[in-house]
Structure formats: structure tokens, C-alpha cells
């Protein structure tokens, strides 16, 4: 069994700051690529950012410059650092990662969190 649990989310202001965290848990051998989704109301879900077990990132343009994703693989945990906010990313943050377990065999499923809610308004 895997869980993912996110924080760090909450009510900003227009240009504040907000850090979320996501930790993996549970019978873990290895995770791959993590990343983080947003989904605002009545709209599909997005990529938001993403990051490989070496570090490579990719970024939605819409994002780039603002927020950086990191991971600390000893934690099994994945942040993503949200400057200059903007209303506009106000959404639902859900964390992704590919997860081989020890009952997995050489598969690496998606596992999601629960999601954090983000509100950017004055």
C-alpha cells in the first residue's frame, strides 16, 4: 500500500509565496518521476511541473520562472515552490509519481494525493 499526502497549500494574496510538500509512503522500492497537477474548476486537469529521479525538470510555460519543483529521494518527498502568484493559479494541487513497489514487479504505477486546495486572492 502507497499513500501520497500534500500540504502546504492555503489562501495568498496576489505575488505571495506558498511551498507545497508531497510524501510517499508506504511498501516503496523505488520512485521515478514525480510531479505535480493542477485542476481549477471546469477545467481539465494540467501539468504544472514535473521532475525525474536525477533531477531533470519541465515546467509549464505558464509557471516557468515562478515556480520550481525539488525532491529529496532519501524522504521520499517532492516540494514545489510557488512565487509571484498569480489569481490565476488558483486550483486543486494533486502530487503524481511513479512508484515501484515491492510487490510490483519491474511496474512503476501511478499513485496520486488527495490534493491541496491553492487560492490566490486579495
Known amino acids: 500500500q502507497v499513500q501520497l499526502v500534500e500540504s502546504g497549500g492555503g489562501l495568498v494574496q496576489p505575488g505571495g509565496s506558498l511551498r507545497l510538500s508531497c510524501a510517499a509512503s508506504g511498501s516503496i522500492f523505488t520512485i521515478s518521476n514525480m510531479g505535480w497537477y493542477r485542476q481549477a474548476p471546469g477545467k481539465q486537469r494540467e501539468l504544472v511541473a514535473a521532475?525525474?529521479?536525477?533531477?531533470?525538470?519541465n515546467y509549464a510555460d505558464s509557471v516557468k520562472g515562478r515556480f520550481t519543483i525539488s525532491r529529496d529521494n532519501a524522504k521520499n518527498v517532492v516540494y514545489l515552490q510557488m512565487n509571484s502568484l498569480k489569481p490565476e493559479d488558483t486550483a486543486a494541487y494533486y502530487c503524481?509519481?511513479?512508484?515501484?513497489?515491492?510487490?510490483?514487479?519491474?511496474?512503476?504505477?501511478?499513485?496520486w494525493g488527495q490534493g491541496t486546495q491553492v487560492t490566490v486572492s486579495s
Open positions: 503524481n509519481a511513479e512508484i515501484r513497489t515491492y510487490t510490483s514487479g519491474p511496474h512503476s504505477p501511478d499513485y
Open positions: 521532475i525525474t529521479r536525477g533531477g531533470s525538470t
